[in-house]
């Protein structure tokens, strides 16, 4: 028997199933955001108010590592749930030591933003949604939300930046105050 191959395929299997469970426990499948909009986003982001920038589906961590690489004295704090993409993004955050950025494989609905001055997510409208319900009942203060694709149900954005690809992706900026 081929002891490697074996344990190759059980790990495939491992890895596949994590991301089926993520999937079916969030809604969504992890998605990376693309290069335009990543840097849509990066330019949106000013890491000059206190607090941290939090990423409350970090996915792959393509955003959350860029934004810790553009801003290394800031904190910079990732939420995901998906077992393998939150590894993925581990294993980069240490092999390139961003040390101001920490990982939780946590849903962030249970998670405690009040030390956000920022938010970026990629969410889907349920999870838009359930992002808006969270902030209006547990979050006091301003803060900058910046989401790609999927736009607050109940909120009027105060830019939106369409970016020039084939699906003219809305990048979605809001300067959120409690009501």
């Keep these: 028997m081929d002891y490697i ?13 994590s991301i089926v469970w993520g999937t079916l426990k969030t809604g969504i ?23 941290a920038l939090i990423d409350v589906g970090s996915g792959w961590g393509t955003l959350v590592i860029a934004v810790a690489k553009k801003h290394p004295k ?46 970026v997510c990629y969410l889907f409208p349920g999870g838009m949604l359930a992002l808006e319900d969270k902030l209006k009942h547990d979050l006091f203060k301003n803060i900058t939300i910046v989401s790609n694709t999927f736009a607050l149900p109940s909120y009027k954005p105060t830019k939106v930046i369409k970016l020039k690809d084939f699906y003219q992706t809305p990048i979605y900026v809001y300067h959120w105050q409690p009501q």
């Design 29 to 51: 499948s992890p998605m990376m955001s693309s290069s335009k909009a990543r840097q849509a986003m990066l330019a949106e982001i000013n890491m000059d108010e206190k607090g």
């Design 74 to 119: 800031n904190q910079i704090i990732g939420y995901e749930l998906s077992w393998f993409p939150w590894m993925v993004s581990v294993l980069f955050k240490y092999s390139l030591g961003l040390n101001n950025l920490t990982l939780y494989r946590k849903d962030f609905k249970s998670a405690d933003l009040s030390a956000a001055s920022t938010l």
């Design 5 to 17: 191959a074996i344990a190759l395929f059980f790990l495939v299997l491992l890895i596949a199933f």
